[in-house]
C-alpha cells in the first residue's frame, strides 16, 4: 500500500518555541495532505487539508495563525507548531489519500508525538 | 448526538472467536465509511472501507452496513491475540466531506 512518513516521530520542545513537523509520501504523489490531532484516549480529530500550491483549509476551532501548514510540494507538507504550549502536546498525525482511490481512503503517517514543557 | 459513535469497550473475546465491532452515525445522507485499526502508541491502518448496503469480506474481516438503521459493524472471525487494538469506525459526512472518526472500541483477544 502507500506509505506515508513523518519527521520527527518524537519531538519535547518547551513553552514558546516552535516545532516542525513533516509528512511525506514516499512513493506516490499527493495533492492533498490532511492533519489529525488525538488527544490520549481520545478519537482524531481533523485540524486541516493541506493543499499542494495554494492555502491551506482549517477546520473550525483551528488556529491557523499557530498551526502553520506549508504544501511546498507534491510530495511533501509540514505543520509548524507555533509558541507551543503545554496543551499542544498531543499525537500528530498526517495522511494522504491513496492514488487512484477516493479521496478518503487514508494512509497514514506513523505520527509525531509533542511534548511541550 | 455525536456525528460517529461507537462502545468505548473494552469488548473481551477468546482466540478463535468471532468479534463484533459496531458503529452508528447520525449523518443520514453519508456514503462512505471506513475500520481503521491503532495499535496503542501507533497511528491508524485502514481495514476496511464499505459504501454499499450489506455486507464486504476481506478475509478474517467483514464489514456489514446498514444504511437504513445508520450503523456500519466490523466482524473479525478467528480472532487472533494480535487483533487486539482500538478499532476506529470513520464516516465521510455529506455536509463537510470530511472523514469523521468515532471514539474507537478497544478489542481484547485473550489466548
Known amino acids: 500500500g502507500a506509505v506515508v512518513s513523518q519527521h520527527p516521530s518524537r519531538v519535547i520542545c518547551k513553552s514558546g518555541t516552535s516545532v516542525k513537523i513533516e509528512c511525506r509520501s514516499l512513493?506516490?504523489?499527493?495533492?492533498?495532505m490532511f492533519w489529525y490531532r488525538q488527544f490520549p484516549k481520545q478519537s482524531l480529530m481533523l485540524m486541516a487539508t493541506?493543499?499542494?500550491?495554494?492555502?491551506?483549509?482549517?477546520e473550525q476551532g483551528v488556529e491557523k495563525d499557530k498551526f502553520l501548514i506549508n504544501h511546498a510540494s507534491l510530495t511533501l507538507s509540514t505543520l509548524t507548531v507555533t509558541s507551543a504550549h503545554p496543551e499542544d502536546s498531543s499525537f500528530y498525525i498526517c495522511?494522504?489519500?491513496?492514488?487512484?482511490?477516493?479521496?478518503?481512503?487514508?494512509?497514514f503517517g506513523p505520527g509525531t508525538r509533542l511534548t511541550v514543557t | 448526538q455525536k456525528e460517529v459513535e461507537q462502545n468505548s469497550g473494552p469488548l473481551s473475546v477468546p482466540e478463535g472467536a468471532i468479534a463484533s465491532l459496531n458503529c452508528t452515525y447520525s449523518?443520514?445522507?453519508?456514503?462512505?465509511f471506513f475500520w481503521y485499526r491503532q495499535y496503542s502508541g501507533k497511528s491508524p491502518e485502514l481495514i476496511m472501507f464499505?459504501?454499499?448496503?450489506g455486507d464486504k469480506e476481506d478475509g478474517r474481516f467483514t464489514a456489514q452496513l446498514n444504511k437504513a438503521s445508520q450503523y456500519v459493524s466490523l466482524l473479525i472471525r478467528d480472532s487472533q491475540p494480535s487483533d487486539s487494538a482500538t478499532y476506529l469506525c470513520?464516516?465521510?459526512?455529506?455536509?463537510?466531506?470530511?472523514?469523521?472518526f468515532g471514539t474507537g472500541t478497544r478489542l481484547l483477544v485473550s489466548p
Open positions: 464499505i459504501y454499499s448496503n
Open positions: 495522511s494522504a489519500p491513496s492514488p487512484g482511490t477516493s479521496a478518503y481512503e487514508q494512509y
Open positions: 449523518d443520514r445522507g453519508s456514503q462512505s
Open positions: 470513520a464516516v465521510i459526512t455529506t455536509g463537510f466531506q470530511k472523514l469523521v
Open positions: 493541506s493543499n499542494e500550491g495554494s492555502k491551506a483549509t482549517y
Open positions: 512513493d506516490f504523489q499527493a495533492t492533498t
